[in-house]
């Protein structure tokens, strides 16, 4: 709140900027050469380009989380007390990036490794050390995964039965999702 | 309908979306636009730029060069991949749709390229690891602290493996005695041998 009481002291026209800056600080993290251009252009400190911002971005990032109506949003920003050409130009703000915020705000929450991608090769094993004269296929799968932007990987080995095993439980589990069960839960959430 | 070229299954939606694409260029300047991916394909960069301009006839959106250049991608390393000769992928690609030019010069740019293809896809195959290079040297042991007359023959090894694609080849050193040295080269001798009536 004490970061937005700046918000009016600068030109209403300049909300628009300090608006850009402050999703632009959403989408990409700070950016300390802009604050200062704007705090020049502005005529202004620094120190206050960087609180309006900040104020600014936590008020939309607060908004769109809870996704709250167009009457909330204008009822909460009237405490501020600022004028009335302001909270529209807010609303306004709102209303344009909000779906973009909300879109950035999902990508926060925390994942599991997720697929990348499989690398597979059959081999046939004829002999070993121990033993000629065999004929032992197997599978060797080289699992790469996702995790944060890092990219891990898994190797691991079967034979073709287990491999089988395997796919028809994979096709099982993907089966559940045409049960009944799934079915009515799945309408539900939509 | 099953397709040999998408390894005897049917043919995937996105890709009979995207051969409609194919279409609406030029089929001469498609026999371009295939060089170009066959060139990426066996490892060589690709020109974006020129691609632009190739397809700047059929006015197609950004969106839509992108799609062409996949799907040229799929259609070429999956033929590779299942080993179709240029004639049956030509037949194959006519009945989704692609008019007989484009999926002639199509064919007949992949067929130059087809066993060069399945080259590169064959080094690209999964591998554990690599033996990337071997040294040795033989010492003679003099005396020890524990026998004053030793006088036996030392193998040192160093083997260099590249485990995974990237990275600096990981060093294995290992001492090998003139008895143990004799069991390894013979049972390598024997592994070679059986190596050698695969071939």
Same mark, same amino acid.
């Given at each position: 709140r004490a970061d937005l009481t700046? &918000?009016? !002291? !600068? !030109? &209403?026209?300049?909300v628009g900027e300090l608006g850009h800056l402050a999703v632009e600080l959403l989408r990409r993290g700070a950016a300390p050469k802009a604050c200062e251009a704007a705090a020049r252009k502005l005529s202004v400190g620094v120190e206050t380009v960087q609180h309006g911002v900040e104020g600014l971005m936590y008020l939309l990032t607060e908004s769109s989380k809870l996704m709250i109506s167009e009457m909330d949003f204008q009822d909460s920003i009237h405490v501020l007390g600022f004028s009335d050409e302001l909270n529209k130009l807010l609303l306004q703000l709102y209303l344009d990036n909000r779906k973009e915020i909300r879109s950035i705000l999902g990508e926060l929450a925390p994942k599991l490794p997720s697929y990348h991608t499989l690398e597979w090769r059959l081999d046939v094993q004829l002999a070993s050390r121990s033993l000629r004269q065999q004929i032992k296929p197997a599978v060797t799968l080289k699992l790469h995964l996702n995790e944060n932007e890092d990219l891990t990987t898994q190797v691991l080995q079967t034979d073709p039965s287990t491999l089988l095993h395997l796919i028809q439980q994979l096709e099982q589990a993907l089966g559940e999702m045409k049960t009944n069960h799934c079915r009515r839960i799945a309408r539900n959430m939509k | 309908q099953r397709f040999r070229f998408c390894g005897d299954l049917d043919c995937p939606d996105w890709v009979l979306a995207e051969i409609s694409v194919l279409a609406r260029i030029s089929s001469v300047k498609l026999k371009l636009i295939c060089a170009q991916v066959l060139r990426e394909l066996l490892g060589e960069a690709i020109d974006y730029e020129k691609i632009l301009k190739l397809t700047s006839d059929a006015k197609l959106e950004s969106g839509d060069v992108k799609a062409a250049i996949a799907v040229l991608d799929f259609i070429l390393s999956s033929a590779a991949k299942h080993n179709v000769d240029g004639e049956s992928l030509s037949s194959e690609l006519q009945q989704l749709g692609l008019p007989r030019e484009h999926a002639t010069g199509l064919c007949r740019s992949y067929e130059e390229k087809q066993s060069s293809l399945q080259d590169s896809l064959r080094a690209g @195959?999964? =591998?554990? @690891? =690599?033996?990337?290079a071997v040294s040795w040297r033989v010492d003679y042991t003099l005396s020890s602290s524990e026998l004053q007359e030793v006088g036996e023959p030392l193998v040192h090894l160093l083997l260099r493996v590249q485990r995974g694609e990237r990275g600096e080849p990981e060093a294995v050193p290992m001492a090998v005695s003139a008895e143990k040295f004799r069991v390894l080269l013979a049972e390598l001798k024997q592994a070679q041998a059986l190596m050698k009536t695969l071939l």
């Open positions: 700046a &918000v009016p !002291l !600068l !030109l &209403v026209s300049a | @195959s999964l =591998r554990l @690891s =690599r033996l990337d």
